[in-house]
T-cell receptor, first 111, second 111 residues
Framework: DTAVSQTPKYLVTQMGNDKSIKCEQN?????MYWYKQDSKKFLKIMFS???????INETVPNRFSPKSPDKAHLNLHINSLELGDSAVYFC??????????FGQGTRLTVV | GEDVEQSLFLSVREGDSSVINCTYT??????LYWYKQEPGAGLQLLTY?????DMKQDQRLTVLLNKKDKHLSLRIADTQTGDSAIYFC???????????FGAGTRLFVKA
């Protein structure tokens, strides 16, 4: 059973489109995250949720809107995609500070 | 603000030891972590050390912590080609709900 699963694994889309990435965790954790990893592999947190509530929004453009329908799911919707949004997006969940379980990532390519 | 720094590249021969170094800024961190990212995959928690420990050994992995200098290192004994990956040092941010990752050290193992 996959602990943190995100779909799709690959996403290729044109500039200006709107797309969503879904994430689910079956670990019973209260905290979930979205991270962005750029082409140099630098990892930057975007959002942190705890029990469906937004805790951290790291100055992410408001084209990015996370939604947590329940504490096992954290989806990411992106409007008006731009070339600079191309990256790998990781969902993660956490039982406590510092320890995180990551999904396999969604490689987003905007053309 | 909180920051975690590590060198970007390390190249070793198969069978040698690898030492990956990291410095961090938040001296109140209870735990410090090492994550491993293999190509095309998400980050996986490799090991961690409690802040009141100087050293932790786990099979081929040895973690050393120097709290005075805020320096953390990961030693991999008898490095194998399968150890080639990116290794991230990480600490929880103050207040929780976020993990600060270093830039990642790319370990190349030559056969």
């Amino acid at each position: 059973d996959t602990a943190v699963s995100q779909t799709p694994k690959y996403l290729v889309t044109q500039m200006g489109n709107d797309k969503s990435i879904k994430c689910e965790q079956n670990l019973g954790h209260d905290t979930m995250y979205w991270y962005k990893q750029d082409s140099k592999k630098f990892l930057k947190i975007m959002f942190s949720y705890n029990n469906k509530e937004l805790i951290i929004n790291e100055t992410v453009p408001n084209r990015f809107s996370p939604k947590s329908p329940d504490k096992a799911h954290l989806n990411l919707h992106i409007n008006s995609l731009e070339l600079g949004d191309s990256a790998v997006y990781f969902c993660a969940s956490s039982p406590g500070p510092g320890e995180a379980f990551f999904g396999q990532g969604t490689r987003l390519t905007v053309v | 603000g909180e920051d975690v720094e590590q060198s970007l590249f390390l190249s070793v021969r198969e069978g040698d030891s690898s030492v990956i170094n990291c410095t961090y800024t938040d001296s109140s961190s209870t735990y410090l972590y090492w994550y491993k990212q293999e190509p095309g995959a998400g980050l996986q928690l490799l090991t961690y050390i409690f802040s009141n420990m100087d050293m932790k050994q786990d099979q081929r992995l040895t973690v050393l912590l120097n709290k005075k200098d805020k320096h953390l290192s990961l030693r991999i004994a008898d490095t194998q080609t399968g150890d080639s990956a990116i290794y991230f040092c990480a600490e929880p941010a103050t207040g929780g709900f976020k993990t600060i990752f270093g830039a990642g050290t790319r370990l190349f193992v030559k056969a």
